[in-house]
């Protein structure tokens, strides 16, 4: 199993981003689908989940900008970035719990490079 994570960039303050995240593999069924940032010197925080019905959870940083959506027939996972802040950059993650024949893991995707300039 495989997560790819794509659509990090430079973007000026107030900008606007789209990350995508795709899962491949031998894959049963995806459950929760998340995304996690981490920036230089700090540890890895949550920004958004989705579970696979749809619930969705934010941290208070990104609530009302920031709005996580999948595509549970693709095995896609995307996070919609709006109104920028040079505070939102960081390496951001995604992140699934999947079942594969009978094991349910987590797994994570590479990260991609989200930098926000003031």
């Known amino acids: 199993v495989q997560l790819q994570a794509s659509g990090g960039g430079l973007v000026q303050a107030g900008g606007s981003l789209r990350l995508s995240c795709a899962a491949s593999g031998t894959i049963t069924s995806i459950k929760d689908m998340g995304w996690y940032r981490q920036a230089p010197g700090k540890p890895r925080d949550l920004v958004a989940t989705s579970t696979n019905d749809g619930t969705t959870n934010y941290a208070d940083s990104v609530k009302g900008r920031f709005t996580i959506s999948r595509d549970n027939a693709k095995k896609m996972v995307y996070l919609q970035m709006n109104s920028l802040r040079p505070e939102d950059t960081a390496v951001y993650f995604c992140?699934?719990?999947?079942?594969?024949?009978?094991?349910?893991?987590?797994?994570w995707g590479q990260g991609t490079l989200v930098t926000v300039s003031s």
């Open positions: 992140s699934a719990k999947i079942r594969t024949h009978f094991i349910l893991d987590n797994y």
